[in-house]
């Protein structure tokens, strides 16, 4: 498991997608999988999720995308220990348990995405999870921001035990956090 997060416009999906084409090409007959989590909810996000399509669509290795905005781990079975596959975006997942799902109990948000990250795991080769730094070292005052930053927070620190490798981006830079540099 490889987790990869940063700011808003870092570089954190560029990133993952290049990183897992060079482990696809390393490790021969890997097929690359794309979990989009991303909805179309305004005309920003559908320019953004269009950019990312174009650009997988575009690249030397072909990707499958899987649009899966929640649940995700009803589509674990569809993969094997052949494939690698990236989640985009984790801060997404939990948006979308929180508003679109419109849970509201902290605990079962945290419980439903550990639960979609341990399925696919289990289920893969490398597992990239790509995720949000949204605020980072900046307590907020409202409840439903500090209900949100709990949450990822908790979410963040689940997966980072449990990842090989975790990286921060910082303006296009990545910075190894644990494991090796891949």
Same mark, same amino acid.
Request: proline share 3%; charged share 25%; glycine share 4%.
């Given at each position: 498991? !490889?987790? *990869? %997060?940063?700011?808003?416009?870092?570089?954190?999906?560029?990133?993952?997608?290049?990183?897992?084409?060079?482990?696809?090409?390393?490790?021969?007959?890997?097929?690359?999988?794309?979990?989009?989590?991303? &909805?179309?909810?305004?005309?920003? +996000?559908?320019?953004?999720?269009?950019?990312?399509?174009?650009?997988?669509?575009?690249?030397?290795?072909?990707?499958? %995308?899987?649009?899966?905005?929640?649940?995700?781990?009803?589509?674990?079975?569809?993969?094997?220990?052949?494939? !690698?596959?990236?989640?985009?975006?984790? %801060?997404?997942?939990?948006?979308?348990?929180?508003?679109?799902?419109? +849970?509201?109990?902290?605990?079962?948000? @945290?419980?439903? #995405?550990?639960?979609? !990250?341990?399925?696919?795991?289990? +289920?893969?080769?490398?597992?990239?999870? #790509?995720?949000?730094? &949204?605020?980072?070292? +900046?307590?907020?005052?409202?409840?439903?921001?500090?209900?949100?930053?709990? *949450?990822?927070?908790? !979410?963040?620190?689940?997966?980072?035990?449990?990842?090989?490798?975790?990286?921060? @981006?910082?303006?296009? @830079?990545? @910075?190894?956090?644990?494991?090796?540099?891949?």
């Amino acid at each position: 498991m !490889i987790f *990869i %997060t940063g700011g808003v416009r870092s570089g954190k999906s560029s990133y993952a997608e290049a990183l897992a084409e060079r482990l696809s090409e390393h490790h021969k007959q890997r097929k690359l999988h794309y979990i989009a989590c991303g &909805v179309a909810s305004d005309p920003e +996000m559908h320019v953004r999720i269009k950019k990312h399509q174009k650009k997988r669509a575009n690249a030397t290795l072909e990707w499958e %995308t899987w649009e899966q905005p929640y649940n995700l781990y009803k589509i674990a079975d569809e993969f094997s220990n052949k494939d !690698i596959l990236v989640l985009d975006c984790l %801060t997404t997942l939990v948006n979308n348990y929180l508003f679109q799902l419109q +849970m509201t109990d902290e605990n079962e948000v @945290i419980s439903h #995405v550990l639960q979609d !990250i341990d399925h696919l795991s289990v +289920m893969c080769g490398p597992f990239i999870i #790509v995720s949000n730094e &949204v605020f980072q070292g +900046m307590p907020h005052s409202d409840s439903l921001t500090l209900k949100y930053q709990k *949450i990822l927070g908790t !979410i963040h620190q689940h997966i980072v035990k449990k990842a090989d490798h975790a990286y921060l @981006i910082e303006s296009d @830079i990545p @910075i190894c956090k644990k494991g090796a540099i891949l």
